[in-house]
């Protein structure tokens, strides 16, 4: 599956699919059900000059801000900035130490390249195209536009083997032809803006003494309103017409307690009688219990 993503030309992708089907007709035809424009090299759009086909950046930041990651967002944010104003500086001055001047990966790749085209059958028509013949593969260049039929140095913008093979054919050096993108001047305009160093002041929770000593110096020299009366010179705590409303409301529950427990004793007074009464008829036996039930009845009835 990994060759049908690494295909950079419709013909390639096809092939590779083929031979995924003679593997697993299976996981070739599921493997069809995603749309190849979001996966394959074949469909990718040259305008961004890359070639990868997974995407692993999520993962290579998450481990990038392992340590911070765990922390509360408000030391998080401080700690993942101190790092990226660290990885600026360290990339500017690693591109700042590159021998040449393109990008280091770009020169490898561009010499890994330069060892394919050993084989290759080259045919010039005079003006800038090229065709090469890579055993039964045959692909066309023209290096005016800077193009192949293979997709690589439009995918890329290092030129591919077949580019190359042109290239040696027209004793020009390959690595003059390698993107802008991948020069060190560009790399250079990348890294110049730098995060400026910021000083992140403490502060105590709530208000200091000097803020509580601003606010009560402000009230100073003023007249207090009432907020009961609506009269000035006293608040509500020192109001006389609430201190003499809060006496009256406290004569009036001592009254209403004093009540209350005359009542009260008054309630268990008759309890207490009632107590006995039920004793006394306890002690009486059944007949003499019976007997005198009979003659309440009796008298209810003359009445």
């Known amino acids: 599956m990994w060759w049908c993503a690494w295909s950079t030309y419709g013909e390639e992708f096809n092939d590779q699919l083929t031979i995924l089907g003679t593997v697993s007709e299976m996981a070739a035809k599921e493997l069809i059900g995603y749309p190849p424009q979001k996966w394959c090299r074949a469909y990718f759009d040259t305008k961004c000059k890359n070639q990868m086909v997974d995407n692993n950046f999520t993962e290579s930041f998450n481990k990038w801000i392992l340590e911070a990651r765990h922390k509360p967002i408000i030391k998080m944010l401080p700690e993942i900035r101190v790092k990226v104003m660290k990885l600026l500086k360290d990339r500017e001055e690693e591109c700042r130490n590159w021998r040449d001047e393109i990008n280091p990966y770009a020169k490898d790749l561009l010499t890994d390249y330069r060892e394919i085209p050993q084989g290759y059958e080259i045919h010039f028509n ?55 993108w991948y020069s060190k001047e560009a790399y250079m305009l990348v890294y110049m803006h730098k995060l400026q160093p910021i000083r992140v002041e403490k502060k105590e929770r709530g208000r200091g003494k000097e803020e509580r000593g601003a606010w009560s110096s402000s009230r100073k020299g003023l007249l207090m309103t009432c907020g009961y009366c609506c009269n000035r010179g006293h608040n509500i705590r020192t109001c006389p ?52 039930g009979k003659m309440k009845m009796k008298a209810a009835s003359q009445f």
């Not at 083997?161 to 290239?167: C, F, Q, R």
Request: aromatic share 8%; net charge negative; proline share 2%.
């Open 241 to 292: 017409l609430v201190n003499e409303k809060i006496k009256n409301m406290g004569e009036e529950s001592s009254h209403k307690v004093q009540d209350v427990t005359l009542i009260s004793d008054y309630h268990e007074s008759q309890t207490s009688e009632q107590e006995q009464q039920f004793a006394q008829h306890s002690t009486i036996g059944d007949d003499e219990w019976e007997g005198e």
């Open 126 to 180: 005079g003006d800038f195209g090229y065709e090469v013949h890579e055993g039964k593969d045959k692909h066309t260049i023209n290096l005016q536009l800077k193009r192949c039929t293979c997709r690589v140095w439009d995918l890329t913008g290092i030129p591919c083997s077949h580019a190359i093979k042109a290239l040696i054919y027209q004793k020009k050096n390959p690595m003059s032809e390698v993107h802008w």
